[in-house]
């Protein structure tokens, strides 16, 4: 029916990348498929597809996994206007501030923007024009908010 998977599995020990044979999953709460985004790549072909792992704290792009390894990160994912450039929320970092992260097209992970307590910055991720749109739900008792701020001030 023309169908596959491409990553991650709910439930099981199995994961999939891309339709390849299936390969045993790094840990069964992994949360691969939470976050998906669509990235340009490095430039030198077709646009990817990059998968959040927030439970191991990774995303997969390019066959490889990148992040730290806690907070959450990769729970939400926005390719950037920069080719390569993907923006990444990590929403339970320094006990869910949450943050945000510049990744590059070498897999570097860099912190660009960090919460107050509890905010949670990070949840959602999207780029509209020049800018990054950050959500931060905030604690169930508080107002949540969303920052927009240029991609090029957060490049430097």
Known sequence: DGNEVVAGAALGDVATWRGDAPSPRAATADG????LARCQG???GAPEVVVGA???GVV????RDVGPGTGRFGAAIAGGT???VLWVGAPAADDHAGAVYRVDALGVATV???GAPLDELGTALVVAGDRLYVGAPGPASGGGFVIAVPEA????
């Open 32 to 35: 691969a498929g939470f976050a």
């Open 54 to 56: 927030p439970g191991r």
């Open 42 to 44: 490095d430039g030198s």
């Open 153 to 156: 001030a957060l490049s430097r």
């Open 112 to 114: 660009v923007l960090v």
């Open 82 to 84: 920069e080719p390569g």
């Open 60 to 63: 997969t792009t390019a066959g």
